[in-house]
């Protein structure tokens, strides 16, 4: 898997550029202070325990989902939201998201492909259609993605877009019952979206200084939701969006109150990682998530050296 890992941030940074003490995806953020409040009927669906105790402390990171943190806000790009649950035994768990309802691909090794044919021409600064279209035509599973990534609104705010955990997880209640699910967070006041003129007359990170600005207010407050699957819904592939008429379970709440400066200074490296469960969360057989440790692993090494 090592050779898969450098391959996988390999092409980020291809695509994205090298940028010293940056994330290779999602470079560009603002990491905020938060509460978890697990709501009554989360215990049933799950023993995990974030979602059968008491409120958690927990820390929010918006991000563009760019690897180059000097991009304007405004630029066109899927936006990203990581959650780091602080258990009550001293251990974390994380959930990871973006405002993508799909993934690109279902293996990273179809994930390298892409990336490699969407890497920026040197004469052009710009990806070779071509290259993409045969990708595309290759692996019409990745269509639905890159058409919402292609067309996704610019935000007014990081607190007011739906974001989307794409991999499925195994929820296990207290009688060892499991049924499988996604993750989604919906902003309490709904989305907030800006015309094409609007984000033109933005400053570069306003959407940090939006964000500081509404915390100020009082807390932004997310619900945490899972949608259920069926036999008929894929578990292990994040391009397959899941009808939206299936089952939802309200988890809880998490309430963003300000920002945080506790982490991520002076070397500091704050990792969100989905395949970090309790005790109550099973993964899936999902190829991508299971390849996210390895490729964090590479990217902290290289953000941390030299």
């Given at each position: ?39 009554a009927s989360a215990s049933a669906l799950s ?260």
């Amino acid at each position: 898997m090592s050779g898969l890992s450098e391959q996988l941030v390999d092409g980020l940074n291809a695509s994205y550029g090298v940028h010293a003490r940056s994330r290779a995806a999602h470079a560009k953020g603002v990491l905020c202070a938060a509460t978890f409040t697990p709501t009554a009927s989360a215990s049933a669906l799950s023993r995990a325990p974030h979602f059968a105790g008491p409120p958690v402390r927990a820390h929010v990171r918006f991000s563009n989902g760019s690897g180059n943190p000097t991009v304007p806000d405004s630029t066109r790009d899927a936006r990203g939201m990581a959650v780091k649950f602080y258990l009550p035994d001293g251990g974390t768990t994380d959930i990871v998201a973006i405002t993508l309802p799909v993934f690109f691909t279902r293996t990273p090794e179809d994930l390298i492909a892409f990336n490699q044919a969407r890497r920026p021409d040197p004469a052009t600064g710009e990806p070779d259609a071509a290259k993409v279209g045969a990708f595309l035509a290759e692996h019409p599973e990745s269509v639905p993605a890159v058409t919402a990534a292609i067309t996704h609104p610019t935000p007014a705010s990081y607190a007011a877009l739906t974001y989307h955990a794409l991999h499925a997880f195994g929820f296990v209640a207290s009688d060892d019952t499991v049924r499988y699910g996604r993750y989604h967070l919906v902003p309490d006041g709904g989305e907030e979206i800006l015309d094409e003129e609007e984000a033109a007359g933005k400053p570069a990170d306003y959407l940090r200084d939006e964000l500081n600005d509404r915390l100020a207010g009082g807390p932004a407050r997310f619900a945490l939701d899972v949608q259920l699957g069926t036999a008929d819904d894929p578990i292990d592939d994040p391009t397959a969006e899941w009808p939206p008429d299936r089952e939802v379970v309200r988890m809880g709440t998490i309430d963003i109150t300000g920002l945080a400066f506790d982490r991520e200074g002076e070397g500091d490296v704050l990792v969100f990682d989905p395949t970090r469960v309790p005790d109550g969360i099973r993964l899936s057989d999902d190829k991508i998530l299971l390849a996210r440790p390895g490729a964090y692993s590479v990217s902290v090494t290289r953000r941390t050296s030299g």
